[in-house]
């Protein structure tokens, strides 16, 4: 059984075919049956984007990483569009996450052997919990409110928890989807902002008055309609680490983020497209600030 990370291409393989069939099975329901005729005896299957229509995400979840089951099974045929001797190769179940392998890896990219987060360095309020998500059954590793480091997996790998304190600003929390199909906390410290864009439609009226041969000079003439707004949060990073560029570089790439402040937690994306990493070498000190668009108008308009 492998763990496949659904967002880069995941490919199974029939040789000595003529054609070859693959049925996927996701969470015990066929779902697709596929028949493709060989390249030179050669057959092969892109799965990926099949199965990922299947994971839903919600920041309600209760595991930081929302799995499906995938049972593949190959049969081999010596002639075309699956005629022929049929042959039986097995069934394969896997596990599929959310996530994605980086061009620098290789093809049929699987989760690592510990956790599912990738900076060491993580950065919280005083007396503040947290977590990191591991791949073991997409459970997590609590971070209690007072933890200064954590160690997990084997072989071990230490987080070090660096706690902040902003007393004029507070903290503003960022939920994400990282690489791996994890959800994972960032929190964001120092000056943020909020902007709103409005936007509308208008009309003229006619305001004449035909019963008073009159008007009046407080109607509205020219009369807006379909009125609505979004908002935009600017945050920034306290002083990080070098290494802390790669949860940076994840953030921005995520397709699912939460920005809570307080009790409210709004869907949000990541709207600042280019960003430049720093280095302690180059800038001294690391530190970033990124801009998200809230996904939701500001009136409730959902019919």
Same mark, same amino acid.
């Given at each position: 059984?492998?763990?496949?990370?659904?967002?880069?291409?995941?490919?199974?393989?029939?040789?000595?075919?003529?054609?070859?069939?693959?049925?996927?099975t996701?969470?015990?329901?066929?779902? @697709?049956?596929?028949?493709?005729? !060989?390249?030179?005896?050669?057959?092969?299957f892109?799965?990926?984007?099949?199965?990922?229509?299947?994971i839903?995400? +919600? &920041?309600?979840?209760?595991?930081?990483?929302?799995t499906?089951?995938?049972? =593949?099974?190959? #049969?081999?045929?010596?002639?075309?569009?699956?005629?022929?001797?049929?042959?039986?190769?097995?069934?394969?179940?896997?596990?599929?996450?959310?996530?994605?392998? /980086?061009?620098?890896?290789?093809?049929?990219?699987?989760?690592?052997?510990?956790? /599912?987060? %990738?900076?060491?360095?993580?950065? /919280?309020? &005083?007396n503040?919990?947290?977590?990191?998500?591991?791949?073991?059954?997409? =459970?997590?590793?609590?971070?209690? !409110?007072?933890? =200064?480091?954590?160690?997990?997996?084997?072989?071990?790998?230490t987080?070090?928890?660096?706690?902040?304190?902003? *007393?004029? &600003?507070?903290? +503003?929390?960022?939920? #994400?989807?990282?690489?791996f199909? !994890?959800?994972?906390?960032?929190?964001?410290?120092?000056?943020? %902002?909020?902007?709103?864009?409005?936007?509308?439609?208008? @009309?003229?009226r006619?305001? &004449?008055?035909y019963?008073?041969?009159?008007?009046? *000079?407080?109607?509205?003439?020219?009369?807006?309609?379909?009125?609505?707004?979004?908002?935009?949060?600017?945050?920034? =990073?306290? #002083?990080?680490?070098?290494?802390f560029?790669?949860?940076?570089?994840?953030?921005?790439? *995520?397709?699912?983020?939460?920005?809570?402040?307080?009790?409210?937690?709004?869907?949000?994306?990541?709207?600042?497209?280019?960003?430049?990493?720093?280095?302690?070498?180059?800038d001294?000190?690391?530190?970033?600030?990124?801009?998200?668009?809230?996904?939701?108008?500001?009136?409730?308009?959902?019919?």
């Open positions: 059984m492998a763990n496949l990370l659904l967002r880069s291409p995941q490919y199974i393989s029939v040789s000595s075919a003529a054609s070859a069939k693959l049925t996927i996701i969470d015990g329901t066929l779902r @697709y049956t596929i028949i493709k005729n !060989a390249i030179n005896s050669r057959v092969v892109e799965i990926s984007e099949l199965c990922r229509d299947y839903e995400h +919600s &920041f309600t979840q209760s595991n930081p990483a929302e499906i089951t995938i049972a =593949t099974q190959r #049969f081999r045929y010596t002639e075309a569009n699956g005629g022929g001797t049929e042959t039986d190769l097995g069934t394969s179940t896997d596990t599929g996450f959310d996530g994605y392998g /980086l061009f620098t890896g290789s093809v049929n990219p699987t989760l690592p052997s510990t956790t /599912l987060q %990738s900076n060491t360095d993580i950065y /919280l309020p &005083f503040t919990a947290s977590y990191i998500a591991t791949n073991t059954l997409s =459970t997590k590793a609590i971070i209690s !409110a007072t933890d =200064t480091s954590i160690s997990l997996g084997i072989p071990s790998v987080f070090t928890i660096h706690r902040v304190c902003d *007393s004029k &600003f507070g903290s +503003s929390k960022i939920t #994400f989807l990282n690489r199909g !994890a959800l994972q906390e960032m929190y964001f410290f120092h000056k943020s %902002s909020e902007d709103i864009t409005t936007t509308s439609e208008s @009309y003229k006619n305001i &004449f008055d019963a008073n041969t009159n008007y009046s *000079s407080t109607d509205h003439q020219m009369q807006k309609f379909n009125t609505n707004a979004t908002k935009k949060t600017t945050l920034n =990073t306290p #002083f990080v680490t070098e290494q560029n790669e949860a940076i570089e994840e953030l921005m790439l *995520s397709e699912y983020v939460w920005l809570t402040q307080g009790s409210i937690t709004h869907p949000v994306t990541p709207s600042t497209k280019s960003l430049r990493f720093k280095t302690s070498v180059n001294k000190l690391v530190q970033y600030t990124i801009e998200f668009d809230h996904t939701s108008s500001v009136i409730n308009n959902v019919r």
